[in-house]
């Protein structure tokens, strides 16, 4: 099983809503590409979507604070 620190996929951002709404979207675009090719994998689309933000090769672009 593997484990990923939220503390570390967020790097230094503050919304953990944030990180869970981009880690589903980014498991609904991984399902839909592996259903438009046909790959048929054990690994779930959540679990590789959590190692792309882990990884750092997806991350969470959130607005500036207006002050």
């Known amino acids: ?3 990923a620190s939220v503390d570390n996929m967020l790097a230094g951002k503050e919304s953990r809503y944030a990180l869970v709404m981009g880690v589903a ?3 609904r675009q991984i399902a839909y590409e592996f259903e438009e090719k046909g790959v048929i ?4 689309p959540v679990l590789l979507a959590i190692d792309d933000f882990k990884n750092h090769r ?6 500036e604070d207006e002050e």
């Open 1 to 3: 099983m593997r484990i």
């Open 25 to 27: 979207k980014r498991a």
């Open 41 to 44: 994998t054990d690994e779930k």
């Open 58 to 63: 997806y991350n969470i672009l959130e607005p």
